[in-house]
């Protein structure tokens, strides 16, 4: 038997102790979780800066994440874990119906690189507030993360409990041809259908975490300098990878080279404020490895050749990972760039004349996992998002609505995934809503009459309720 099957085994066999564990409990265990990864906050903070060369900051914000989930979950398990107490209709008059919400059972956490430590640990916040087990695959490309977070949860659980499965993509498909209740996926979409496919085999449910191409609208009624600085700082941040990060940006026509010239400038007012150049700036982060470095250098220069512009930006240092923070217009829909998701510190400018032209230019790539739309005009904000579907939204801003608010669902749709995670939500993900009916047992509301021959009494009463 595999050393993976043996371990497996192990978290399957803590299923029923699991589920029956208290509110009270739960919590415990969620604020052990919570102290271990503060207790490794300076390592997390160098994996970050080796991995990424990201500021310590930033790893900081995704640190704020998981403790607002944690917190909210503490605080909120005991109320999530009652059973829901539903109205009657009028087939179950007489009857006590409610809902339960009971743990899967074993979930499998299989995760990206580009945030590691929070995509292994908020889906398992919420695995753990509903009673199951977890085994998580950190990415092999942040193989530092990968280790703090097997060192984290190997201190603070029992391995029957919680276990981490390090390596590539041999380890993610022995994993995923066990029978887990739940696979839990965040990465591309090509990846994702391999999951979805596996999960078929042993009927798992699943909850895809993807991405995809972010549109950003921006009409002519936008304040423009506020726009191109959350834009700035949404497109640099983790080099750009970030799923929710803009991607490409629909601007009208009449601000758009306005836009461009200052979304450049607050470029370098915002990671060049020393004048030292952008390469040396210790807020831009790098490539995760040179394979994505070049992956994104080939769309610039395809794009380029293509025809597009570059505002700013354009060059690469592969050796070092650093894709220079770029803006390229005039984009257009034969260049691979606006083909696949960037994920890296690119945005793409195309204008337009009406806001109808939007919804074509979107269509080729729709239900993104984030949408974002630059507008002082109501009628315009509500026009577009009536008229486009994507997993969260966000007006005058962006990449504010992950990990920010326990409350917001997040997740995809479509292409960019689906199932969602935060709070409650997260909690219902990880259970199963179980409908339970009580049937009390005294003569007037115990009684069967819908059993052949069927009686008069019987047809006249369901006649009556169809009309
Ligand atoms: P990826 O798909 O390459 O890898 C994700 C996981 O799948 C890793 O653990 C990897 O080991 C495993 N894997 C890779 N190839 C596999 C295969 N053939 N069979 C089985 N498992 C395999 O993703 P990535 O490059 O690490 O992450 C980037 C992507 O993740 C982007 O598309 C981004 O938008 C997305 N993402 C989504 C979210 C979200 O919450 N929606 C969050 C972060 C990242």
Request: glycine share 8%; proline share 4%.
């Amino acid at each position: 038997m595999s050393d993976i099957q043996t371990r497996f085994d192990a978290l399957k066999a803590s299923k029923l102790r699991l589920r029956n564990t208290s509110a009270d409990e739960r919590a415990e265990k969620l604020q052990t979780l919570w102290d271990a990864t503060l207790a490794r906050k300076e390592d997390i903070f160098k994996a970050g800066a080796e991995e990424r060369g990201c500021h310590k900051l930033d790893i900081a914000a995704e640190l704020m994440m998981l403790k607002g989930e944690i917190d909210f979950a503490i605080k909120h398990v005991g109320k999530w874990m009652k059973p829901e107490k539903v109205k009657n209709s009028m087939s179950t008059m007489g009857k006590r119906c409610e809902i339960r919400r009971q743990s899967k059972g074993v979930v499998l956490n299989m995760a990206a690189y580009n945030a590691p430590t929070a995509e292994s640990f908020v889906p398992m916040i919420a695995s753990i507030a509903a009673g199951n087990a977890m085994a998580i695959k950190p990415s092999e490309l942040a193989p530092i993360s990968a280790q703090i977070i097997q060192e984290i949860i190997n201190g603070a659980f029992s391995p029957d409990e919680a276990d981490v499965f390090q390596g590539g993509v041999d380890v993610a498909q022995e994993l995923l041809a066990l029978p887990f209740d739940h696979i839990y996926y965040t990465g591309g979409t090509a990846v994702g259908k391999i999951v979805m496919k596996a999960a078929a085999d042993n009927l798992a449910s699943v909850t895809l975490e993807m991405g995809g191409k972010n549109p950003v609208i921006i009409d002519e009624t936008a304040k423009l300098e506020n726009a191109a600085t959350k834009l700035a700082w949404g497109r640099v941040m983790n080099a750009g990878q970030v799923c929710i990060a803009p991607d490409y940006a629909i601007v009208h026509d009449s601000v758009k080279e306005e836009f461009q010239t200052l979304i450049a400038a607050k470029i370098n007012e915002l990671y060049n404020s020393d004048g030292a150049g952008l390469e040396q700036s210790a807020y831009v982060p790098r490539m995760i490895n040179d394979r994505h470095t070049q992956r994104v250098k080939a769309l610039i220069d395809d794009a380029i050749k293509k025809g597009a512009k570059v505002i700013c930006g354009g060059s690469a240092n592969i050796k070092d990972n650093y894709i220079e923070p770029t803006i390229l217009t005039d984009v257009t829909e034969d260049m691979e760039i606006m083909q696949e998701e960037v994920f890296g510190p690119v945005l793409c400018v195309v204008g337009y004349k009406n806001r109808e032209e939007v919804l074509d230019l979107i269509a080729p790539r729709t239900n993104s996992l984030a949408f974002y739309v630059y507008s002082t005009n109501d009628d315009n904000i509500e026009y577009f998002l009536k008229n486009t579907s994507s997993g969260s939204a966000v007006v005058n801003n962006n990449c504010v609505q992950s990990g920010t608010n326990p409350r917001l669902p997040f997740g995809g749709i479509g292409n960019s995934g689906q199932g969602r995670i935060g709070g409650y939500e997260g909690f219902k993900t990880m259970s199963n809503e179980r409908s339970v009916v009580h049937q009390p047992l005294d003569r007037f509301r115990d009684f069967l009459i819908q059993l052949p021959p069927y009686s008069e009494r019987y047809n006249n009463i369901i006649m009556k309720a169809l009309k």
